[in-house]
């Protein structure tokens, strides 16, 4: 898209990543778990995170036309609790992030997983995006390829996060690196 003027949805392709991402965001039983989106550079990866949180936010859906769209691909209004690109951001800014999305404080890490915790217990569904973990960090020698900070936040929040029970769920996105 050029101009904001030429508002539309311009994303196409990966049906089948998406489909299964709906299905599995908006199945009743759920897994209790996180999903990973990996895959070559350039491949699409945040292309799919992006339309998932894009389509969920009731602003921006509500500007589009849908009609044309496979169903399998969207999925409810409202179902991103968080989205967090966490491309040049350290653990902490990720935390908050999160932390302010779901309209709470934190102290760190141990905070924000005590607090989903808690609201996974309460029975309403917990939907947390974060895209660019790979590209966390400061940008410098020890956070390239997905060492440092990227590390450091799948083994400080992602990870824990992965094991609260039902209905906490997240998907994340890394490169693979060759």
Do not use: N
Request: glycine letters at 10%; hydrophobic letters at 40%; proline letters at 5%.
């Amino acid at each position: 898209m050029e101009f904001e003027s030429e508002q539309g949805l311009y994303f196409s392709g990966r049906i089948r990543v998406l489909s299964e991402l709906v299905d599995w965001l908006t199945s009743p039983l759920g897994d209790g778990r996180g999903r990973v989106v990996t895959g070559s550079p350039g491949c699409g990866k945040s292309a799919v995170l992006g339309r998932i949180v894009a389509l969920s936010d009731l602003g921006y859906r509500a500007r589009l036309d849908l009609s044309d769209v496979d169903a399998s691909t969207v999925l409810p209004a409202g179902c991103v609790s968080a989205a967090v690109h966490a491309r040049h951001k350290r653990l902490e800014e990720v935390v908050e992030r999160i932390a302010t999305a779901l309209d709470t404080r934190t102290d760190g890490p141990a905070a924000l997983l005590q607090e989903l915790t808690r609201r996974g217990r309460q029975g309403a569904p917990i939907v947390v995006v974060v895209d660019a973990v790979d590209e966390a960090g400061s940008d410098t020698a020890a956070d390239a390829g997905g060492h440092g900070e990227p590390r450091r936040i799948t083994r400080e929040l992602l990870r824990p996060m992965s094991e609260i029970p039902a209905p906490l769920t997240w998907c994340g996105r890394t490169s693979l690196l060759q």
